[in-house]
C-alpha cells in the first residue's frame, strides 16, 4: 500500500517531534484539499486533535483557507495522501530509501527540475536523493 514507513510506523519514533507533510489526492472530500499540504499529528500521527484516526487513516491539520487561518484537522485515508517534495535549503526531510533510512536530514539545494535534493553531510561531502526517496518534515512547536 502508499506510504508503509508511515502505517507500520517504522519511523515512529521519528515522527514524535516532527510532523510529516504530506499532499493530498484529488479524491479527498471531493478536492477541497487537493495541492494543499497537510501535517501529521505530533507526537502520534494516528491521533490527533479530533481523537484518534480509523483504521488506514492518517490524523493530520493544515491552515485553513479562509480569515484567521484556524488549524483544521482531519482524518485522511492513507490512499488519498503522497509524500511532499522539500521545495528550498535548509529545510528538513525524512529519509525513506538508501543508506540513510529514517535519519532526518537538511536539504542543502533543490533540484525542482531533476526532482533531487542534495544534502550536505559536511562541508565538502554531499549526496543526492530523488524526491520519491525522501519526504519533507517540519519540526514540531508543539512541544
Given at each position: 500500500g502508499p506510504l508503509p514507513w508511515l502505517m507500520n510506523k517504522e519511523f515512529a519514533?521519528?515522527?514524535t517531534r516532527h510532523h510529516v507533510v504530506l499532499k493530498v489526492s484529488p479524491s479527498f472530500m471531493g478536492g477541497r484539499l487537493h495541492?494543499?499540504?497537510?501535517s501529521t499529528a505530533c507526537p502520534?500521527?494516528?491521533c490527533g486533535e479530533n481523537g484518534p484516526a480509523p483504521d488506514g487513516c492518517v490524523a493530520v491539520f493544515c491552515t485553513s483557507n479562509g480569515a484567521g487561518a484556524a488549524l483544521q484537522h482531519y482524518h485522511i485515508p492513507v490512499s488519498d495522501l503522497s509524500p511532499a517534495p522539500p521545495r528550498k535549503k535548509n529545510q528538513k526531510c525524512l529519509v525513506l530509501d538508501g543508506d540513510t533510512r529514517g535519519e532526518i536530514m537538511t536539504v542543502a539545494k533543490c533540484n525542482m527540475k531533476k526532482n533531487t535534493v542534495e544534502i550536505a553531510i559536511t562541508a565538502r561531502i554531499s549526496f543526492t536523493l530523488r524526491f520519491d526517496q525522501i519526504c519533507l518534515v517540519e519540526e514540531s512547536r508543539f512541544r
Open positions: 519514533l521519528k515522527l495541492n494543499r499540504f497537510v502520534d500521527p494516528f
